[in-house]
């Protein structure tokens, strides 16, 4: 299983958004959906065994999961809509509480500190996507890694405080967006999955 956390600092919490103005009045929400459309869409398929945790002003948590994912398109519109649900099916959720939204879509009220516990719980690697870490194709990348980032600002000293310590993978010399990193690491693991470079624990 490969997971990636994206964590967001502007995003809406809430359904109230047009989806012609992702970049905007969405919070940047552009950013979210081209992540996960680089986490999951293959070549007329969806990646199974992919997995991604939006974590939405450390408040809620959006996750899809490979497995069960269903009408995810290549579009930010209709990503959009899905996330846009999602966070609608949220507003009334206890702490802790999950609902589901669509298939292979559900919201959880939590924040990056809950997400890192149950991704230790079931036995996955932390990795930080940092830029002063160990260059990706030295990078010891076990088989169920979970992959940390930020949006397009820095993390807050809190939530820097929760994945100081992580180890550290940088997928390349220049500064990347978010779904371009996560395509890197994909291409990555898929070339050591195929046996055409070594490095795969």
């Not at 949220?90 to 809950?114: F, M, N």
């Amino acid at each position: 299983m490969r997971t990636f956390v994206v964590v967001s600092h502007t995003a809406p919490l809430d359904g109230e958004f047009s989806l012609t103005d992702l970049p905007g009045g969405a919070g940047r929400l552009d950013i979210l959906c081209r992540c996960a459309v680089e986490t999951f869409l293959v070549s007329h398929g969806i990646r199974k065994d992919a997995r991604l945790y939006l974590v939405i002003r450390d408040v809620l948590v959006i996750t899809l999961d490979g497995e069960r994912l269903r009408h995810l398109n290549p579009d930010e519109r209709s990503t959009a809509a899905l996330l846009r649900r999602a966070l609608s099916q949220g507003q009334d959720l206890a702490p802790g509480e999950t609902r589901k939204s669509t298939s292979g879509i559900s919201v959880w009220r939590a924040g990056l500190a809950e997400v890192l516990r149950s991704l230790k719980e079931e036995g996955s690697d932390l990795i930080l996507l940092d830029e002063g870490g160990v260059p990706l194709p030295q990078a010891r990348l076990p088989v169920r890694s979970a992959f940390i980032m930020s949006d397009h600002r820095e993390f807050e000293p809190e939530e820097l405080a929760l994945v100081e310590k992580l180890p550290r993978v940088c997928v390349g010399p220049r500064w990347l967006h978010g779904h371009q990193c996560i395509t890197l690491v994909h291409s990555e693991l898929d070339q050591r999955e195929a046996g055409w470079t070594s490095g795969l624990d």
